[in-house]
């Protein structure tokens, strides 16, 4: 992951991150089918990987902006032609990255920050940014930064934090100040009690079945009318607590920590972040909102 110019926690909780789990949720990541891997497809607009695929095959060249370990590098890679040359950058990260895909043709790691002059990286066909933004320290410039490699006729796909509903945001923020100067191990353990909160809940029966909960609206809340598993219900509206039973308990207790741990953690909305594409003279060809997070995709007139 990317973290600001400024001295914060940031760069130091993802470079322990990245060096504690080397291998997070890589190899979920390029299973096909798997949720992981869904996510990243469908919030991108593309039903399968033979979706992506057929979108991929004309980008010559491809960067992963924030690349952390290289698992969606190796994605792109998989899923674009043996000619494309990809490319993923990070600041902390990328001898990680380049340990994990030291195996793969046509493909180049290097360190950056994405608020620094990228332009000795040259133009690209398509870029991707996701998960990433949000912890520079700057969104918005650090986009406007990225966009510039944008070439005529290519595309950019961002994933940024949505602002969630106040008591979510309130715990989130709360528990994110308590941990943020906690050397790894310790936050590692506040996070690891999260983790059993998240499959607590998950796990609940009523006879045997997942525990349902309808529930109406509460605008003032933020709560969206909906019937909702238990776990999905708290981690909606009251809390993150993650929890996924394909994953390892100890990719469960990381993720939880990716959440409260960095400080940078912006939230935004969708019209500010369509700004962004109008600022950057970028047309919008791509939306998702989902409660979590707002995917946008746009192009740079030919």
């Not at 030291?102 to 870029?127: I, M, Q, S, Y």
């Not at 912890?135 to 290519?154: E, I, K, M, Y």
């Not at 961002?158 to 309130?170: C, L, N, S």
């Not at 999905?232 to 993650?242: N, S």
């Amino acid at each position: 992951m990317i973290a600001s110019t400024a001295p914060t926690n940031t760069a130091r909780s993802f470079d322990d991150k990245w060096t504690q789990n080397p291998r997070l949720v890589f190899d979920e990541t390029l299973r096909e089918g798997s949720e992981v891997q869904q996510w990243i497809l469908n919030r991108n607009g593309f039903a399968s990987p033979a979706a992506m695929r057929a979108y991929l095959v004309d980008r010559g060249r491809i960067l992963d902006a924030g690349c952390g370990n290289g698992r969606v590098t190796a994605l792109l890679q998989r899923l674009a032609p043996a000619t494309s040359q990809i490319m993923g950058i990070d600041l902390v990260a990328a001898d990680v990255a380049r340990a994990n895909l030291a195996e793969l043709p046509n493909v180049d790691v290097a360190p950056a920050n994405l608020r620094d002059d990228l332009a000795h990286l040259g133009e690209f066909d398509f870029v991707y940014c996701q998960e990433v933004l949000h912890h520079t320290g700057d969104a918005r410039g650090a986009f406007l930064n990225l966009s510039r490699r944008v070439a005529p006729g290519g595309e950019i796909a961002i994933y940024v934090y949505r602002k969630k509903a106040p008591i979510r945001e309130f715990t989130d923020d709360y528990v994110r100040d308590r941990i943020a100067a906690m050397p790894y191990a310790q936050a590692r353990a506040v996070s690891a009690e999260i983790t059993e909160l998240g499959r607590a809940l998950s796990e609940a029966r009523v006879n045997g079945l997942p525990v349902l909960v309808s529930v109406p609206s509460v605008a003032m809340l933020g709560i969206e009318a909906g019937e909702y598993d238990l776990q999905r219900f708290v981690y909606h509206f009251f809390m993150k607590c993650f929890w996924n039973a394909d994953l390892s308990h100890d990719e469960n207790v990381a993720i939880n920590y990716d959440w409260y741990h960095p400080q940078d953690a912006t939230r935004h909305d969708l019209a500010e972040v369509l700004a962004w594409f109008e600022e950057a003279q970028l047309g919008v060809v791509h939306t998702t909102v989902d409660p979590y997070g707002l995917t946008v995709r746009g192009r740079r007139a030919a």
